[in-house]
């Protein structure tokens, strides 16, 4: 047990957590100046102005943290970082005038990645996935949720699946890693509809998998021309048999109503929303589905942002991920992307910070992070700033500095 002294700025997101993260404002930031925090390596036990420290508490190690700002560690709830190759000749291709969807029938996307993720094996996958995590931990992310979805067959999905669950097992003391089944990914040319790659991959498959406990969720990509409505229906019908949860990408390209389906099986998230409608927001703001927004793939694609606003002003709770993937965001930093779509969305300070911590920990099923009260984990990092307001300023810079649970080893 140790204690953070005389933090210059604690941002702890009390009253945005008693909010349930919805119609936030600045004050629900609930920021302590010249503040204590007492941990161990997992829980925070107390929190408060640190010339109100416990006496219980005062013989305890201290660190020195008036030259630090400390927030609840981000968490990246939107990721597909098991892929091998790359799709540059894609981005220059848009650049040069294409569609997302031009690009996927000329026999690139998420097809095209599958060839080279397919050719790869286990090894050489988690490789590829460890140097990513490395990358994300570096930036203070403790959370990921990482997606299947480049395998697209029995084997090879499964041989992903087992790369997120190995790399889960091997970085538990650092990010807590969340599995996501994402098989309805795109189809493979071996099949000639959705439906019969439904019936003989995506939902056997899960079956398969479903015992070992391995996977805590499910997604697809509701699109025209990836999966239908039927085939949403199919998946969340089986995840709700076996126990596990849903999630959606939903409303990326088009309006297809997915928000309400999403909201209809009770997902976690739905998420890209660029094309969501009135009735999606309205569904959203009476649920706990979370609208997990991803500008990265906003900037990336060159797509109109998503109205954050309007989903922000009717009381939805929205999430920022990164969708870091080859494809359509191949840039994996959340809280750079954060900062860059801010001013666009017209979020305030509270609804941004809580975006990237307690909402998209909502988002994964996990409440005990993402403020910092006693009871919550140890899943907070310090920064190189006095404020936060030099942390949202500094875009030429990562402040991040270091994981709090790491300092109480
Ligand atoms: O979240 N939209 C579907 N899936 C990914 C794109 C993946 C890819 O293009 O490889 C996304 O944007
Ligand atoms: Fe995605």
């Known amino acids: 047990m140790k204690v953070f002294h005389h933090i210059s700025e604690l941002v702890t997101l009390k009253d945005a957590h008693q909010k349930d993260g919805r119609k936030l404002l600045e004050s629900d930031l609930s920021i302590i100046n010249d503040a204590s925090i007492v941990a161990n390596s997992d829980q925070i036990l107390w929190c408060g102005k640190a010339s109100e420290l416990p006496a219980q508490y005062e013989k305890l190690e201290k660190f020195d943290c008036q030259n630090y700002t400390i927030l609840p560690s981000w968490v990246d709830a939107h990721t597909h970082l098991v892929f091998s190759g790359n799709r540059a000749h894609e981005y220059s291709m848009r650049l040069n005038g294409a569609t997302y969807e031009e690009i996927a029938k000329a026999g690139g996307g998420i097809v095209y990645t599958m060839t080279q993720t397919r050719n790869q ?24 949720e990482i997606k299947s979805g480049y395998g697209l067959s029995l084997n090879s999905e499964e041989n992903m699946t087992r790369v997120i669950h190995a790399c889960k097992l091997e970085w538990e003391n650092k990010i807590t890693i969340k599995n996501t089944f994402m098989a309805a990914h795109a189809k493979p040319k071996e099949f000639s509809t959705t439906a019969e790659y ?152 509270a609804e941004l910070m809580a975006a990237l911590t307690l909402n998209a920990s909502h988002a994964l099923n996990i409440f005990d992070q993402g403020s910092i009260q006693p009871g919550m984990k140890s899943k907070f990092s310090l920064f190189k700033a006095k404020k936060l307001e030099d942390i949202l300023y500094t875009w030429n810079e990562d402040l991040f500095f270091k994981h709090g649970f790491e300092m109480l080893r």
């Open 198 to 349: 439904m019936k003989s991959v995506v939902i056997p498959l899960l079956e398969k998998l479903a015992p070992e406990k391995i996977i805590d969720a499910v997604d697809i990509f509701h699109e025209k021309n990836y999966f239908t409505d039927e085939d949403t229906e199919l998946l969340f019908k089986k995840a709700k048999e076996l126990k596990i949860s849903c999630k959606m990408h939903a409303d990326e390209l088009n309006d297809n109503n997915g928000a309400a389906l999403a909201a209809k099986f009770h997902a976690l998230s739905c998420d890209h929303l660029l094309m969501i409608n009135d009735t999606g927001i309205e569904t959203l703001a009476k649920t706990p589905t979370v609208a997990m927004l991803l500008p990265g793939t906003g900037f990336f694609l060159g797509k109109p942002q998503a109205n954050a606003r309007k989903m922000l002003d009717a009381g939805v709770k929205v999430a920022i991920a990164s969708d870091f993937n080859p494809g359509s965001c191949h840039y994996d930093h959340v809280f750079k992307i954060a900062q860059f779509v801010a001013p666009t969305y017209k979020m305030n300070r």
């Open 121 to 144: 094996s286990f090894e050489e996958l988690k490789k590829l996935t460890n140097q990513r995590l490395a990358k994300l931990y570096s930036y203070g992310v403790s959370t990921v």
